[in-house]
């Protein structure tokens, strides 16, 4: 079973616009919610989290949009730039943080 | 700071094989987790060490097993290879276990 369901698969954004990618969870123990960022051939690195207890956070261009009622979260990437052209991946965990569970992953392209 | 090291970058084994992986985590960080990314898909987790304890382990058969050593250090350790068993293999250490930080990978390749 899939605990947390990325949305969409790959997607491609013209440079300046908004890129959103979504993610669904199973588990409400579930209470720490990163996003990451990887270039082929890399290890993905981290970008931005979130804990349930706040509805949104923001760092430069990247905002995570949290909605624990629907549990559901997403990335926003504002001003999309072609370096921004990478495979995301959204992940859950619980309170220990002994095994992160990831999403399959979304590949971004933004054209120039 | 160096990041987390990981070594060797590429691998070529044969089937039945068996391989070691080396990671070495961010200076200071207690916490060790081992994950798996096939081509096209995201990580899945394998083992997490805190201070030499195994603190979680996912659901991979026990020819994968793994260790931690007084330096922080971690070894997985992979017997009897499968053709399936090729992937990226990511090391990521944190200071508790959240904030997770992933080294460049391991890249696994059976034949």
């Known amino acids: 079973q899939q605990q947390v369901k990325q949305s969409p698969q790959s997607l491609i954004v013209q440079k300046g616009g908004i890129s959103i990618i979504n993610c669904a969870y199973e588990?409400?123990?579930?209470?720490?919610f990163p996003w990451y960022q990887q270039f082929p051939g890399k290890g993905p690195a981290l970008l931005i989290a979130i804990r349930p207890d706040v509805s949104e956070k923001k760092e430069g261009r990247f905002t995570i949009s949290f909605n624990k009622s629907a549990k559901q979260f997403s990335l926003h990437i504002m001003d999309s730039q072609p370096g921004d052209s990478a495979t995301y991946f959204c992940?859950?965990?619980?309170?220990?943080?002994?095994?992160?569970?990831f999403g399959t992953g979304t590949s971004l392209t933004v054209i120039p | 700071d160096a990041g987390v090291t990981q070594s060797p970058t590429h691998l070529i084994k044969t089937r039945g094989q068996q391989v070691t992986l080396r990671c070495s985590p961010i200076?200071?960080?207690?916490?060790v987790s081992w994950y798996q990314q096939v081509l096209g898909q995201g990580p899945q987790f394998i083992f997490q060490?805190?201070?030499?304890?195994?603190?979680g382990r996912g659901n991979f058969p026990d020819r994968f097993s793994a260790r931690q050593f007084p330096n922080y250090s971690s070894e997985l350790n992979v017997n009897a290879l499968l053709l399936g068993d090729s992937a990226l293999y990511l090391c990521a250490s944190s200071w508790t276990g959240d904030e997770q930080y992933f080294g460049p990978g391991t890249r696994l390749t059976v034949t």
């Open positions: 588990n409400t123990a579930f209470d720490y």
């Open positions: 992940a859950a965990t619980l309170n220990t943080g002994n095994q992160f569970y």
């Open positions: 060490y805190y201070e030499k304890e195994e603190r």
């Open positions: 200076s200071g960080h207690k916490s």
